[in-house]
DNA sequence: CTCTAATGTAAGTCTTCAGTTACCGTAAGT
DNA sequence: ACTTACGGTAACTGAAGACTTACATTAGAG
């Protein structure tokens, strides 16, 4: 799986709120930094820790411009995340499916 | 988004690498408490409170088979962030085209 | 060259939360 | 009824990490 490791590290880095408002505010526009912070509870070096969290995972990416760096989505750890839940969403369909059954035969 | 909230939770809920690997092995074939503990680093206790958590966010649900409690995957939750993850993903795929054509047309 | 704007980095604090042990309830077997 | 197996809950501990306040760095304006 090329893309497995990927998937489990978005996962990880989506598993905090901030970092999820950070990347639903991205997904509607791409940002610079201030502007991010601006628009967050949080102050602006967290939000940069936190971009660099989103940026190891390889779900955002940064180009200079000037002085700001210009946040916006990394379509491959989002890919590499969907794939993921795609096969295991279907693996686990199966094995649902035929564990319902299962019950619904033993049942009198 | 009528699903958007548990797409959260489950975000949220797989973050823990514990969880991850508790719910992965449930794809594989719904268990009892006391086997998946016995297949991982942690006590069973905590093992309960991790199925828990993924209960409260969809993801998992429980049958009562005499004393013993099967988990096994809710589709409803998984299907959730499927959902969740496809439309950021379609969204955000957008944007991101957008603002590249966006840089590129800035570049002399 | 200086000043300001925008951001990354370091060090420290404080909260969160995963994990443990101990205990209690429940269900089936003998 | 007694016992054994299975699992949820409570209270506590410890470590991971989210957040803050400095300080350092880079880029453009004047």
Aim: aromatic residues 6%; neutral net charge.
């Amino acid at each position: 799986m090329t893309h497995g490791n990927l998937a489990i590290k978005a996962l990880g880095a989506l598993g905090d709120p901030t970092r999820r408002a950070i990347f639903e505010r991205l997904v509607e526009r791409p940002s610079p930094v201030g502007e991010l912070a601006a628009g967050l509870p949080v102050s602006r070096p967290a939000v940069s820790q936190h971009l660099r969290v989103l940026k190891d995972s390889g779900l955002v990416t940064e180009t200079a411009a000037g002085a700001r760096r210009i946040y916006h989505i990394d379509p491959r750890g989002v890919g590499a995340m969907r794939d993921w839940l795609d096969a295991h969403w279907t693996v686990g369909l199966d094995a649902f499916k035929a564990f319902a059954d299962a019950e619904a035969g033993s049942l009198p």
